[in-house]
């Protein structure tokens, strides 16, 4: 059951669904934000990958999990209060400096500093879900820090590109992408929140250096591929970014199933108004085993964000529907 209404109306008292949602950066916070309109149990299973910016300057200095992501999707889960909201933006707040600290986050280095106190990743960001009220948990999607390889070809020329802001940026089309270490540990917590989830969302997201790289971990593609829960893809507002140069809509999917053949999904959400061929995207989504649910997702401003409310009425809707809450009537336009 959801706690938001057929008319987007907020309905009090109900816990929701177990979610589990996987990326990184935006696209995660996006998914968040929607989410939390609807369940209160929700994980946040998160890329540790990132080697730009302060992440990467902390990463290398520290030996640590890249924190910034990690910080990001715990902002988007802020308790709805002076309290909480007063804290993401303390979290959020970047440095105004001349020396070593410029640019960096304050969540990062007080994610940092609560790591080298506690020794442990998982209890350090438990702690400051604690402090910010966090309406779910947030999680490593491994427990060591990873780097991204791709092969990328531009004309006839073919390169190796190493870390993830480096292979976000990188002119020319992806070819192949993997993961180092190729199989990295796993916390049992979010092997757990997987296996008992009800539902698994994947997206929006950078899709090689946010989406993909959790069915690159096998220990993870293990629990995603076998769980009970049903599995849905929010597909992105902007499909020609600098990594997906080329690829239509229904290439995004097809990417996912060349590094997961045996994943299966049940709904792909798409956003019509920015969809280059439906027809296409349906047998893409098909081959893999879902219906697509082509609503608009998109903020009204014009640019490629995801709405919050519009995201949560689209999902509702598509967990209400394998429920049977809304009788024989389903809700797909596709």
Request: proline fraction near 5%; hydrophobic fraction near 45%.
């Amino acid at each position: 059951m959801s706690y938001l209404d057929k008319d987007g109306w907020p309905v009090r008292g109900e816990v929701g669904q177990a979610v589990v949602a996987l990326g990184g950066g935006h696209g995660l916070s996006a998914t968040l934000r929607a989410l939390r309109h609807i369940t209160r149990s929700l994980t946040a299973v998160v890329t540790v990958a990132d080697d730009g910016g302060s992440s990467g300057r902390l990463r290398s200095e520290m030996d640590i999990l890249p924190p910034g992501d990690l910080r990001m999707a715990l902002a988007s889960l802020c308790e709805e209060s002076e309290w909480g909201l007063t804290w993401r933006d303390v979290m959020q707040h970047r440095l105004d400096s001349s020396g070593p600290l410029e640019g960096h986050a304050l969540g990062n280095l007080l994610i940092t500093g609560l790591w080298q106190l506690l020794g442990d990743t998982v209890e350090g960001l438990d702690w400051v879900g604690r402090l910010l009220g966090a309406q779910g948990r947030v999680l490593p999607m491994a427990a060591v820090p990873l780097d991204i390889e791709a092969q990328m070809r531009q004309g006839d020329t073919l390169r190796t590109v190493r870390g993830q802001s480096h292979v976000a940026k990188a002119p020319g089309v992806v070819e192949h992408v993997r993961l180092l270490p190729e199989n990295p540990p796993v916390h049992q917590d979010v092997i757990d929140a997987i296996h008992d989830a009800d539902w698994v969302i994947l997206g929006p997201g950078s899709w090689y250096t946010s989406v993909l790289p959790h069915l690159m971990v096998p220990e993870l593609r293990r629990v995603l591929v076998t769980t009970d829960a049903h599995r849905a893809l929010i597909m992105n507002l902007a499909s020609h970014t600098d990594e997906t140069e080329a690829m239509t809509t229904a290439d995004h999917i097809r990417v996912l199933a060349h590094y997961a053949p045996d994943l299966k999904l049940d709904v792909v959400v798409a956003d019509p108004t920015v969809t280059d061929d439906i027809d296409d995207l349906i047998a893409a989504a098909s081959q893999m085993g879902a219906r697509v649910l082509l609503r608009q997702v998109r903020t009204g401003d014009g640019q490629p964000h995801h709405d919050p409310l519009r995201l949560a009425a689209v999902l509702r809707d598509a967990f209400d529907g394998f429920l049977g809450e809304v009788g024989k009537h389903e809700p797909w336009l596709a």
